[in-house]
């Protein structure tokens, strides 16, 4: 297949053109600001990404597309801007469509959710030919924040069976394909929200992360994509057991963009900021309305006006999964890494290899591969199918259940307990650095097909070799997030990962943001 075509390059300014056929050439911050400056209706946002997704259908971004359901919703936000407008006028008109972005800061936006997530009036497949899909009679918590922050679902996206590899093809529909290289996955399991924001379908996406699920695509799709610590967004599991492993997060083509979406996920407020001489803070340009911004926007903004204070951030590429699997990084992931340290240097940081803190001591535990297969497939043990939708899971997902049933129940009992071990002292590997560095992926994503031509053992072995630094965070329960710093000559991007302390997305958010300034 011919790679998708390149993204029409935005002028310095970003100025949103309202011609355009998808959003790739404007911030999901400048489609706010034309929405409620009436540049542009949020039915003609839903029409953008709904004849998106059709127009490009072939990279299986999408399950589910619901154009009565998403132009409805749209019509009805068109009309609360309606009013709000004919409420007031001049500047007390301005004032009060900057009020309405305190209360509805994703208003008009169109967005979709992966097809793990319920969506009212919309079909769960969960992936899997094995269940009839299940049509949800009200919104999971996620869904109903976001729409209650008024972006408008246009559809379910494309994820493996259960969310469980980290590439997105299954048995239902066709797999996701990658819009750098379409001939290559987008990733898993959030692929196929990563593949609608990278080729323009949709401004941003809500995603979730049981092992690497945002940070995988969003790295394969030249995305940023942030996994929060476990229990920091209010409609996630609050377990804080180390078998609670996903978490939601946010992908976005801009770290401003993935900052806004996480303020709306985590539930925080948001305030008008003060404007100091003309024209609108984050807008295009001119007085006008002024975007109210949550908290994890406005670390953003500070970092890129006035800098971060300085960093310790330890380097390391020793993955937990060695030395029992062989982890090998090609040229762009290495490439990606030297990127990063180099941009993080020059924005003023102290970059050193973690062996100035760590010593010789190894700061994984030993043994993670078998203890984190064990923990990754624990809650299996306990699924039960009939046996004829049994037949229909795919291989993966019927060794999984195969090592679940067989593993004794002291070896699983043993895993749990010492992962929890680690995770109950996750904030201990920092040492004295602020933040961890590493690679994202071990190399460029494979072709669609691939992972599943392989033998079921062999399948997941390869998947922890390409993603070898992401499940150890979801164990942690740390928060990460996935920085792209290198295009290689195909076009494909390289990430690195940097991995935070608890309570720390806001600083990862707004280092991503300093780091990129510097790409």
Known sequence: MEPFADAPAP????????????????????????FLEGDVT???????????????????????????YALARAAETDAVRTTMVGASSGEDRDAALSRLSTRSPLLGLPTAFKDLVDVAGMPTTRGTAALPPAVAAKDHGLARRLHGAGAISVGKTQVPEFGLPCYSENQIAEPSRNPLDPDRTSGGSTGGGAAAVASGMLPLAPGTDGGGSVRIPAAACGLVGLKPGRTRLPDDD????????????????????????????????????????SGSRNGPG????????????????QALETGLAPLNIGVTTESPFSPELEVTLQEGAVTALEKGIGGLEQAGHIVQGTSHCTGSDRFWPEDYHRLFRALWTARMGSMEFPPEQEEKLEPLTRYFLELARNRPGAETAEAVTRMQDFADSADEIFG???????????????????????????????????????SVVNVLGLPAINVPTHTDAAGLSWSVQIIGPTGSEEMLLALAAVLRREM
């Not at 300014?13 to 034309?34: M, N, Q, S, Y």
């Not at 492993?245 to 925080?268: Q, Y």
């Open 238 to 277: 609050r377990s804080p057991a180390a078998t609670n492993l996903p978490v939601s997060g946010p992908i976005a083509d801009t770290v401003e963009d993935a900052a806004l979406l996480f303020d709306v996920m985590a539930g925080h407020s948001f305030r008008v900021p003060e404007v100091t001489g």
């Open 42 to 68: 949020a039915v003609e946002l839903a029409t953008t990404a709904l004849t998106a997704a059709s127009a490009h259908s072939s990279l299986g971004a999408f399950l589910h597309l619901d154009a009565d």
């Open 286 to 301: 001119g007085a006008g309305v002024v975007l109210a911004e949550g908290p994890a926007m406005r670390g953003v903004r």
């Open 11 to 34: 002028d310095p300014d970003h100025t949103t053109d309202t011609t355009l056929t998808d959003f790739r050439a404007a911030t999901a911050a400048h489609w706010r600001t034309a």
């Open 432 to 470: 004295p650095w602020d933040v961890l560095l590493t690679p994202m992926l071990a190399w460029a994503p494979p072709k669609v097909g691939w992972f599943a031509g392989l033998s079921p053992e062999e399948n997941y072995i390869q998947q922890c070799r390409f993603t070898p630094y992401s």
